[in-house]
């Protein structure tokens, strides 16, 4: 049983630039279908445009989580490497009908994974924030860390995790989930603004 699931059921990870590119149009497809009913990933809803925004994903220094069952990709997710940690991008799923449930599994696989072996911190919102706290027990961060760590102005709400903060040109409601390196959670929770021994040189949301 266990060697037939091998064959069938295999997790790709891919880092460099050359390795990402035999699979930018399978990426690009399954975001652009998965981000369509929010207007696309990062508001791009032209699938061209999408495109050319996962060509310089790939370029990226970056890691492509991809998982392959029955010889399909059906689960795409992307992560950023940042001073804060490894930061979740995007994620999405493929599915022939309503019944193929083989890239939710997938999701549920190497997110729950994330969460175990504490790599990594998303921003979510909606469904994701849903799975990852009430579903596979991701922890949330404090709002008031928030403008530290993604180097963005947000207003934090009552409830202490979730703000508010412009993406797109509109206020969006979102939470920081997981886990950051060791010293960029000591640098984001000191009481000093700053820190010389770590600089956030990537802002990009």
Known sequence: MRAKQFLIERVVNLLKPEDKEPYIDTVTDILHKSYAKIGGYKNLADREDLRREVEKLAQKDNIWKLIRKDGEIVTASIYKFTNMGRKALATGTYRKDKDDLRGKDGVY?????????????????????????????????????????????????????????????????????????????????????????????????
């Open 109 to 205: 696989q190497i997110k729950g994974e994330d969460i175990t072996q504490g790599r990594m911190y998303a921003e979510v919102s909606d469904r994701m924030e849903q799975m990852l706290i009430d579903e596979l027990g991701a922890k949330p961060i404090s709002a008031k860390y928030a403008s530290k760590i993604l180097g963005k102005d947000v207003e934090p709400l009552e409830d202490g995790y979730h703000y508010n903060r412009e993406l797109g040109g509109e206020i969006k409601t979102k939470i920081l989930v997981g886990r950051l390196d060791d010293q960029a959670w000591e640098w984001v929770t000191a009481e000093a603004d700053e820190n010389p021994d770590i600089l956030i040189i990537d802002k990009a949301a």
